[in-house]
């Protein structure tokens, strides 16, 4: 689990969770409303969220849509999560299964971290014996 979550208001245009994702190189992070994880949002939601014939041909439109659309519009709401003494193992198959990259980590109500893919393959790494 990585515990030092870098967060995005649900409110903020996704031009700022655009700038956080280049800026801090994550593909996703939780959303939040005061301290509620209110979604998750991904490099791809943000692509997605600007890729149309319109916005590829006129940058004054690709502006706009990034400083008028909200984060809340383009967000996952309501993530899957999943407690800090969750198994290793279920929070993998949880994972695997819903073919996501990350779970919040929410310590009754408040997030205290997001286990990724990368976190996973990190613990992987650790219990294969070194040759």
Excluded at 46 to 52: F, H, I
Aim: proline share 5%; net charge negative.
């Amino acid at each position: 689990m990585t515990p030092d979550v870098i967060t995005v208001g649900a409110d903020v245009p996704i031009r700022e969770a655009w700038e956080l994702t280049e800026e801090k190189r994550l593909r996703r992070f939780p959303v939040v409303e005061g301290e509620k994880v209110v979604g998750i949002i991904t490099d791809r939601d943000l692509r997605a969220a600007t890729a149309s014939s319109v916005v590829l041909t006129e940058k004054k439109y690709h502006d706009f849509l990034l400083d008028t659309v909200k984060v809340s519009t383009v967000m996952t709401a309501d993530p899957a999560t999943v407690s800090p003494d969750a198994d290793l193992k279920d929070a993998a198959r949880l994972i695997l299964d819903m073919k996501v990259g990350g779970l919040p980590v929410l310590q009754g109500k408040r997030l205290v971290g997001i286990i990724t893919e990368t976190d996973l393959l990190g613990a992987l790494v650790e219990l294969l014996p070194d040759d």
